[in-house]
T-cell receptor, first 112, second 118 residues
Framework: KQEVTQIPAALSVPEGENLVLNCSFT??????LQWFRQDPGKGLTSLLL?????REQTSGRLNASLDKSSGRSTLYIAASQPGDSATYLC???????????FGKGTMLLVSP | DAGVIQSPRHEVTEMGQEVTLRCKPI?????LFWYRQTMMRGLELLIY????????DSGMPEDRFSAKMPNASFSTLKIQPSEPRDSAVYFC????????????????FGEGSRLTVL
């Protein structure tokens, strides 16, 4: 059974810092991996989707990498801003399945 | 596209009442998912549909829960009778499955329906 772990569970940084959020998964047979952002009281917003054949994806100040062999993905946020404060979740889609397995998320607080 | 649309956004009801949550997926998407989120258990998959057909309902808690997808643009999740432990945020999500033209499997969520059962 696929398990997804996100470390740390919470992170607090001052504005302007570059930071890395970690996601690990137990079964490397994945079709893709997706990073989401969730603001309090809101739904999940898709940030980046990495297909299993890809090593990384970039969107603005966000960069997500994927290392299937080690079962790891990282989300890099450059020059963090208070508006980046949210919970970040990663989810993997196993090969042959249509459903995603989610981590429990990392709650990020960026202080001005 | 307007994204995944859910209604109502908030529902407060009394124990024993019937609750119906509604979802309109993104036009053209062929997969629809219902999730439940609580502080204690995180995000749980309840059921998912592919081409309007329920594929996996193993996450549905018990017979009090039922879901339908009568057509490609509408789905409902019904709880009857409702209980206080059903209080949670219920999310609907949709995707265009891999293998289809333009399909990446990227999942898009609605804003959720916050249910409180007193």
């Amino acid at each position: 059974k696929q398990e997804v772990t996100q470390i740390p569970a919470a992170l607090s940084v001052p504005e302007g810092e570059n930071l890395v959020l970690n996601c690990s998964f137990t079964d490397s047979a994945i079709y893709n991996l997706q990073w989401f952002r969730q603001d309090p009281g809101k739904g999940l917003t898709s940030l980046l989707l990495i297909q299993s054949s890809q090593r990384e994806q970039t969107s603005g100040r966000l960069n997500a990498s994927l290392d299937k062999s080690s079962g790891r993905s990282t989300l890099y946020i450059a020059a963090s801003q208070p508006g980046d404060s949210a919970t970040y979740l990663c989810a993997v889609r196993p090969i042959g399945y249509s459903t995603l397995t989610f981590g429990k998320g990392t709650m990020l607080l960026v202080s001005p | 596209d307007a994204g995944v649309i859910q209604s109502p956004r908030h529902e407060v009801t009394e124990m024993g009442q019937e609750v119906t949550l509604r979802c309109k997926p993104i036009s053209g998407h062929n997969s629809l998912f219902w999730y439940r989120q609580t502080m204690m258990r995180g995000l749980e998959l309840l059921i998912y549909f592919n081409n309007n057909v329920p594929i996996d309902d193993s996450g549905m808690p018990e017979d009090r829960f039922s879901a339908k997808m009568p057509n490609a643009s509408f789905s409902t999740l019904k709880i009857q009778p409702s209980e206080p432990r059903d209080s949670a945020v219920y999310f609907c999500a949709s995707s265009l499955g891999p293998g289809l033209a333009g399909g990446t499997g990227e999942l898009f969520f609605g804003e959720g329906s916050r249910l409180t059962v007193l």
